[in-house]
């Protein structure tokens, strides 16, 4: 929590001397970052890795039924998450990425990348390494941190309310154990089976607008006693008590 504490105080620090010195108006990095630092500001129309690792991050500040495409190409969809994100942090929301955009993420996340609200651990109860699984270990925890990032935006909207993962990443024996879905997204790590509060209902119905192509919950079968969603980049939705 120090550590977080820190972070965030930096961040308020480099913030406040960019804009007594104007620097917000040129393109730059806010400040070094120990998970990765973004070296120029970024807006519609320009592409790269950079850009990526951007929609990683924004990717849940989406519309209803959307589902942001991290392909690294800045289009307008990304400019309405990256917009969505400032409103959401109470940032200037013009949709172009620059020092105050890039602090507010930096202050939100881990040296690991992963958003300050979850860990690699709560994403994965079955083994330590990510193998076993239906794609390659380095894709699953790939597929695991976006989950995160998701999450973390469905969090802050929830009113930054925490949210209790019962099960995430699995590989094919973890998966068998349970008596999960032999095509079960969590063989690919880009699931999270949510539980308590707030309530099923709730999480299927918020999830929607947090880009998540799979959402299953109350009234689907085997899904009563929690709500599923993962990162399918098809839509796919059933949690009939809820209206979903």
Request: net charge neutral; glycine share 12%; with cysteine.
């Amino acid at each position: 929590m120090l550590r977080r504490a820190v972070r965030l105080l930096l961040s308020i620090v480099m913030l406040m001397t960019a804009c007594v010195g104007g620097a917000l108006a040129v393109a730059g990095p806010a400040q070094a970052d120990e998970c990765y630092t973004w070296n120029r500001t970024l807006s519609e129309g320009m592409s790269g890795a950079d850009v990526t690792q951007l929609q990683i991050r924004v990717a849940g500040h989406v519309d209803h039924g959307e589902i942001l495409a991290t392909d690294g190409a800045f289009g307008a969809r990304t400019k309405a998450a990256v917009t969505k994100f400032q409103q959401a942090y109470g940032l200037t929301a013009d949709g172009v990425a620059g020092p105050a955009t890039f602090s507010k993420i930096y202050a939100l996340q881990d040296p690991d990348c992963t958003p300050v609200h979850f860990t690699y651990a709560e994403l994965n109860k079955c083994n330590s390494d990510w193998s076993g699984g239906a794609v390659s270990a380095a894709t699953a925890k790939a597929n695991a941190l976006r989950t995160m990032w998701k999450l973390e935006a469905m969090r802050h909207a929830l009113g930054d309310t925490p949210l209790v993962i019962s099960s995430g990443f699995r590989s094919y024996a973890c998966n068998s154990a349970v008596g999960g879905a032999s095509h079960s997204r969590h063989l690919y790590g880009d699931a999270a089976d949510l539980v308590g509060n707030p309530s099923l209902c709730t999480l299927a119905q918020r999830a929607r607008s947090h880009g998540f192509g799979g959402i299953f919950g109350p009234g689907y079968p085997g899904h009563d006693d929690h709500t599923h969603v993962d990162g399918r980049t098809s839509r796919s939705w059933s949690a009939p008590t809820c209206g979903v």
